[in-house]
């Protein structure tokens, strides 16, 4: 198993930045894809980003695509998600997930996920 920890949500005006980023632990880190989802009460947990083992491919969301950005250091084993621009509709609790497989690809079960960190972003 993998074990992942996010940190780094906060209340940001809209408009501002943060960057989430994700510890992960349990198994070798690098060969698997991580990605990043997000919640609001009441609504299903939705895709935002993915990255495949390496971090040469990256997958967004439209929503998203020109303010958010995955990366990984799998020297560090950490993954991170630099949010840019935000809006008020980017309020949501993120969660980090770890891939059974090394790429992503729609539909890719993400079988480990952290406990989430909370974005409030203000108008």
């Known amino acids: 198993q993998v074990q992942l920890v996010e940190s780094g949500g906060g209340l940001v005006q809209a408009g501002g930045s943060l960057r989430l980023s994700c510890a992960a632990s349990?198994?070798?880190?690098?060969?698997?894809?991580m990605g990043w989802f997000r919640q609001v009460p009441g609504k299903e947990r939705d895709f935002v980003a993915a990255i495949n083992w390496s971090g040469s491919a990256t997958y967004y969301v439209g929503s998203v695509k020109g303010r958010f950005t995955i990366s990984r250091d799998n020297a560090k084993n950490m993954v991170y998600l630099q949010i840019d621009s935000l809006k008020p509709d980017d309020t949501a609790i993120y969660y980090c997930a770890a891939a059974l497989s090394a790429n992503y690809y729609v539909g890719a079960d993400f079988g480990s996920w952290g406990q989430g960190t909370q974005v409030t972003v203000s108008s």
């Open positions: 349990g198994r070798t880190f690098s060969n698997y894809a």
